[in-house]
């Protein structure tokens, strides 16, 4: 399952780079789903500039929630489940072997997403989007997933939080894999998606 950015729709991904999203799916032979996510950021408020380590800019933006806001993400966050539900109950998934990923506020939706409904989940690729809390945030149901964080190092905003997160992690013991391309933040994601699905294949 892959989660959008902003700005984008459930199609923009999949149509980039000469559709390569479907080509590599197509390869290594897996089922993609890419949902809408109604109007929000799949049930997370985080996003830029409220990367890892910055706690200050996460509760500025928590403090701007509205009750219409909070619907919006609730809603956001049902569509990704009901979709894949819908998914799970028309193909035969292999539910040993579900992966999520998404880029920019995607990748928000991974880590939101992923820790809140672990067990849908072998494995996470959050890419460019390191929106996640040290505190709050339930770090025991990721213990046993594994996590592949991968970042741009040419003008991305979120580096800096991306390389906190990965050293964090690592000092915690938690299963994570960290690359880092040469590109913006757009850019990053063709170069890494091969390691994407390579890293699932080898989960």
């Not at 706690?55 to 979709?83: C, F, G, H, W, Y």
């Not at 040290?134 to 905003?157: A, M, Q």
């Not at 997160?165 to 850019?187: N, S």
Request: without cysteine.
């Amino acid at each position: 399952m892959f989660l959008h950015g902003a700005s984008n729709d459930e199609s923009s991904y999949l149509d980039q780079n000469d559709k390569q999203m479907v080509k590599l799916a197509d390869q290594h032979g897996v089922l993609l789903v890419s949902p809408l996510g109604y109007r929000g950021a799949y049930g997370t408020f985080l996003r830029l500039p409220a990367v890892f380590g910055q706690p200050e800019e996460a509760e500025k933006l928590l403090a701007m929630r509205t009750p219409e806001r909070e619907r919006d993400q609730e809603l956001s966050e049902k569509d990704v489940i009901n979709v894949l539900e819908l998914v799970l109950s028309e193909y035969p998934i292999d539910r040993s072997a579900m992966f999520l990923t998404g880029h920019s506020m995607g990748s928000g939706g991974t880590w939101y997403i992923g820790a809140k409904y672990a067990d849908y989940w072998r494995a996470l690729a959050p890419m460019s989007g390191p929106f996640v809390l040290e505190s709050g945030y339930p770090w025991d149901r990721l213990r046993d997933v594994p996590v592949f964080v991968t970042e741009g190092t040419r003008g991305t905003p979120s580096l800096t939080g991306s390389r906190e997160l990965r050293d964090w992690m690592m000092a915690g013991g938690y299963p994570i894999t960290y690359k880092e391309v040469d590109a913006d933040h757009a850019g990053m994601v063709p170069l890494v998606l091969p390691d994407v699905f390579d890293f699932f294949d080898r989960r």
